[in-house]
C-alpha cells in the first residue's frame, strides 16, 4: 500500500471513529412497550412461547455509543446510589473532551434497573438483549438473549462492548436470569 493511500485510510478510520462518538450524551427511551399476553418483545420467530408466569414490562434505555463494560455484567439495582455509580463506570469517557452523559432519572420507588453486558469483544456483529421478564415462584425471572457472529461471518474489525440497560417495576423478590446464547450463521 502506498504511504498516501495508508494515510488516506487511517484518516477514514479516525473520522468514522469519531462520527460514531458524536451521537447524543444522554440517554433515551428506545422501548416502553410492555409485553402482552406472555408474548416475548423478540421479533417474530425469537419468540418462545412457553414462558410461565405474569410478564413484566420492561422499558429500555439507550445510552451513548460509547457506553460499554469491558466484563460480563448481570445487575439489579435498586437504590439511587449504586445507580450514579454505575452508570459513571459505564460511561468513563474513551476521549477525555467527551462530557459525562446526564443520569437517567429512575424512581426507585417504584423502578429498579437491570443492565446486562457481554464484556469486550474483538468484532462487531455481537448483541445483547433483556427480551423479556416474568413473575413466577416468588422470583423474577430476565430472559436475555446473547447474540453472536459464526465463523463465516465477515466482521469490522473493532472492539465493542455490548450492553443493555432496562427499567423494570420494582420487586424486592429474587432475580434470576434465564440465558440464550445464539450464533448468527452468515451465508
Sequence with gaps: ??????YRNLRSLALLALLSLSGRTDCAVINAVPPKDGHS?????????????TPVPITRLRCRPTCR?????????????????????????????????????????????????MGQRPTLGYNIVVDRAHEIDDQLEVVV?????????????????????????RTEVSVVFKETEVVHECK
Design 41 to 53: 418483545n423478540a421479533s417474530p420467530g425469537e419468540q418462545d412461547q412457553t414462558d410461565p408466569g
Design 69 to 117: 463494560s469491558k466484563t460480563k455484567l448481570r445487575l439489579v439495582i435498586r437504590d439511587r446510589d449504586e445507580w450514579r455509580d454505575v452508570w459513571k463506570a459505564l460511561n468513563e469517557p474513551v476521549m477525555p473532551s467527551l462530557p459525562m452523559p446526564r443520569l437517567p432519572e429512575i424512581d426507585f420507588s417504584r423502578e429498579m434497573v437491570v443492565v446486562v453486558a
Design 1 to 6: 500500500m502506498l504511504p498516501l493511500q495508508r
Design 145 to 169: 438473549i446473547s447474540t453472536s457472529p459464526g465463523h463465516n461471518c465477515i466482521l469490522g474489525q473493532m472492539v465493542t462492548a455490548p450492553l443493555e440497560i432496562a427499567v423494570l417495576p
